[in-house]
């Protein structure tokens, strides 16, 4: 089955830096990756996904890589506001499978203002 | 669009009487909708797999008699956490997936669960 590794679990940034959290998949037929914001108390919140058949995708302070040959995306966020700080979960799946995402093991962000 | 309600959100019981949890999709059909389980400071697990109409799939280790779960409609599953027990108290979190894109899961807020 897919394995998902996510780094690092905990990344504490200063207000306007920018973060990066990386994850590997071990799936080559994975091709759907999304990411998740987890506020404390609440549900995960989908912020960002990507599809296989790109490399680069972006919505405003955010943006998110993929490698397919080396089987690795990264969440990328600019400008960071102590707001961004949560819980940040990447998953991969396969397109028309199982509709059964594997979840990285989670980084929580911290934006020192 | 895309929204998912829980409700409780929090819920206090006693040991060895038993919860319900809903979960809705309150503006699109989800012919599946996911149970997870989450502890503190720790990822999601996957607890099973809910489908419209049919009985659910549950991931192994987890007790289809201990969680009962119902996906009656196209926009509501409810799970069951039958006789509870402190070990039972965790944060328990629904998604679901719209029928015309089902990569897509959305999740509700989550339900807070304590069993005394």
């Known amino acids: 089955g897919e394995n998902v590794e996510q780094h690092p679990s905990t990344l504490s940034v200063q207000e306007g830096d920018s973060a990066v959290i990386k994850c590997t998949y071990s799936?080559?037929?994975?091709?759907?990756f999304p990411w998740y914001k987890q506020e404390l108390g609440k549900g995960p919140q989908l912020i960002i996904d990507?599809?296989?058949?790109?490399g680069e995708k972006k919505d405003q302070r955010i943006a998110v890589t993929l490698n397919k040959t080396a089987k690795h995306f990264s969440l990328h966020i600019t400008e960071t506001q102590p707001e961004d700080s949560a819980v940040y979960f990447c998953?991969?799946?396969?397109?028309?499978?199982?509709?059964?995402?594997?979840f990285g093991r989670g980084t929580s962000l911290i934006v020192h203002p | 669009g895309a929204v998912v309600s829980q409700h409780p959100s929090w819920v206090i019981c006693k040991s060895g009487t038993s919860v319900k949890i809903e979960c809705r999709s309150l503006d699109f059909q989800a012919t599946t909708m996911f149970w997870y389980r989450q502890f503190p400071k720790k990822s999601l697990m996957l607890m099973a797999t809910s489908n419209e109409g049919s009985k659910a799939t549950y991931e192994q280790g987890v007790e289809k008699d201990k969680f009962l779960i119902n996906h009656a409609s196209l926009t509501l599953s409810t799970l069951t956490v039958t006789s509870a027990h402190p070990e039972d108290s965790s944060f328990y979190i629904c998604s679901a997936s719209r029928t015309s894109s089902y990569n897509e899961q959305f999740f509700g807020p989550g339900t807070r669960l304590t069993v005394l």
């Open positions: 998953a991969a799946l396969i397109s028309g499978g199982s509709y059964i995402p594997t």
């Open positions: 799936d080559s037929a994975s091709n759907y």
């Open positions: 990507i599809r296989s058949n790109v």
